[in-house]
C-alpha cells in the first residue's frame, strides 16, 4: 500500500503503542501529506468536483444573511448602519463553526475503512474537516466583500487585522471539531442534537444585531460566550474601521485553547481504540 497516507505509520502515536518522541522532519512532512489527502478527499466527498464548487459554498452565507435581513429589516424594523454587512460579520465566521462541527460530528465513522486499514495520526480527522471547510468559509468571504459595495463601506488600515481575526476563528472551530468527533463517535443518535446546541450559540450572541444594540443589562451575558467577541471583532475591523478589543480576540482564543486542553487528550486515548469501536 503506497501514498502519504500509508507512509504516516512513522507519524501515528495513536495507531500503535511505542515511545513518544519528538516528530522529525520527514514525519512533520508525511503528516502534512496525510493532512491535505485527507482534505481534499473531504473536499470532493462533500462538494464535489469542478467550478460549481464555489456556488454551493456561498449559498448558505448568502441565503442566511438574506434571511436575516429580511427579519431585522421588516419584522423588527431595525435598519441601524450598513445591516447587512453587520450580519455578515457573524453569518460568515458562524458558519465556519457550524460546517466544521457537522462535519466533525460523522468524521470518525466516514473514516472507517482507513482506520480500520491504514495506521495514520488519527488526530489529524477533526483537523481535516476543519480544513475543508475553512475553503467554503474563504470563498463566502466574497459575500463579506459584496456587503462593503453596497453598503458604501471603505476599508480601513484596521483591515490589516483580519487575518488574524480569521485564524482566532479558525482555531475556535478546530477546537469545537475535536469535541464534536467525540461526541458523534460516543452518542450516534445525538448528533442531531448536538446540531442544534451548536446553531443556538448564534442566538446567545449578537449575531443578528451588534452588541452595542443590545440591552446593557443583556450585553454582559452575551459576552460569556466566545462567539461574542469573534462577531464584535469582525464588526470592528470590517464596519466600525477599527481595531478589535483585546478581549474580543484574547477570549475566544482562550476558550479554545480550553476546549484543546479537555477534548485533545481525550481524543487520543480513545483513537487508540477507534479500530474496535468502528469493527
Not at 464584535?232 to 474580543?248: C, K, T
Amino acid at each position: 500500500m503506497s501514498g502519504p497516507l500509508a507512509e504516516a505509520d512513522a507519524a501515528a502515536p495513536e495507531a500503535l503503542p511505542r515511545a513518544r518522541a519528538m516528530p522529525s522532519a520527514p514525519a512533520l512532512r508525511r503528516g502534512a501529506d496525510v493532512l491535505m489527502a485527507l482534505t481534499r478527499s473531504d473536499l470532493r466527498a462533500r462538494y464535489g468536483r469542478g467550478r460549481d464548487r464555489v456556488i454551493k459554498w456561498m449559498l448558505d452565507p448568502f441565503a442566511l444573511v438574506g434571511v436575516y435581513l429580511l427579519m431585522v429589516t421588516f419584522v423588527l424594523h431595525r435598519h441601524g448602519h450598513a445591516p447587512g454587512l453587520s450580519l455578515a460579520c457573524a453569518v460568515v465566521p458562524f458558519q465556519l463553526v457550524m460546517l466544521a462541527t457537522v462535519a466533525a460530528l460523522t468524521c470518525i465513522s466516514a473514516r472507517r475503512t482507513i482506520v480500520l486499514n491504514m495506521p495514520f495520526p488519527r488526530t489529524l480527522i477533526p483537523v481535516s474537516s476543519t480544513l475543508t471547510e475553512s475553503a467554503a468559509f474563504g470563498a463566502s468571504l466574497i459575500l463579506i466583500a459584496l456587503m462593503l459595495i453596497v453598503y458604501g463601506v471603505a476599508p480601513t488600515l484596521a483591515i490589516l487585522w483580519l487575518p488574524v481575526v480569521m485564524l482566532v476563528n479558525l482555531a475556535v472551530a478546530g477546537a469545537i471539531a475535536f469535541g464534536a468527533a467525540l461526541f458523534g463517535l460516543w452518542f450516534a443518535d445525538l448528533r442531531a442534537f448536538a446540531i442544534s446546541c451548536t446553531r443556538a450559540l448564534f442566538f446567545v450572541a449578537p449575531g443578528i444585531v451588534p452588541l452595542a444594540d443590545v440591552a446593557p443589562q443583556t450585553q454582559k451575558w452575551l459576552e460569556l460566550n466566545p462567539l461574542t467577541g469573534l462577531f464584535e471583532a469582525y464588526r470592528a475591523v470590517l464596519l466600525y474601521g477599527h481595531s478589535p478589543a483585546a478581549w474580543q480576540l484574547l477570549y475566544p482564543l482562550g476558550a479554545a485553547g480550553l476546549l484543546l486542553a479537555v477534548f485533545l487528550p481525550v481524543y487520543r486515548r480513545e483513537a487508540v481504540d477507534f479500530a474496535k469501536m468502528l469493527g
